[in-house]
């Protein structure tokens, strides 16, 4: 169900939120690994830490995705998830910024600095139009 009071604001919760649940949250919770693997990581011999800090991500991500399709019925009631949404892809773009620079990253993770830079954008307009 779209809200009638903003129904970009309500379709950009639903989308944004189920995507990014799907293809962040629970693979990075369930199968961190696998998930790298696809992304092209190199994977070292001891999998421990890369396994304990994609387990992690994964437990801040599915939680954060819950509350957005929560909010989404309302999001006019919730103007403060597209500021944190904003401040999250600034971050993130930063960190994939930095990983591109250093070349320190796979080419799947470069193009994510676009990725976040659209829905960063879109979360900024969203919240300057509530």
């Known amino acids: ?4 009071a903003h129904p970009a604001a309500s379709l ?31 994977i070292p011999d001891d999998e421990r830490l890369a396994r304990y800090l994609g387990r992690s991500l994964g437990a801040v991500v599915v939680p954060l ?4 399709l929560r909010a989404a019925p309302t999001p006019e009631r919730f103007p403060w998830l597209f500021e944190l949404s904003a401040a999250i892809c600034a971050l993130l773009m ?15 993770e470069t193009i994510e600095i676009g990725v976040y830079g659209l829905v960063g954008g879109l979360a900024f307009w969203i919240r300057t139009t509530l």
């Open 94 to 108: 930063l960190v994939h910024v930095v990983g591109a620079v250093e070349r320190s990253q796979p080419w799947t």
């Open 65 to 68: 995705m819950g509350v957005l």
């Open 1 to 4: 169900m779209l809200s009638q």
């Open 12 to 42: 950009y919760l639903w989308v944004g939120g189920s995507a990014f649940l799907v293809l962040f949250g629970l693979p990075l919770l369930i199968v961190p690994i696998t998930w790298a693997r696809l992304f092209r990581w190199w």
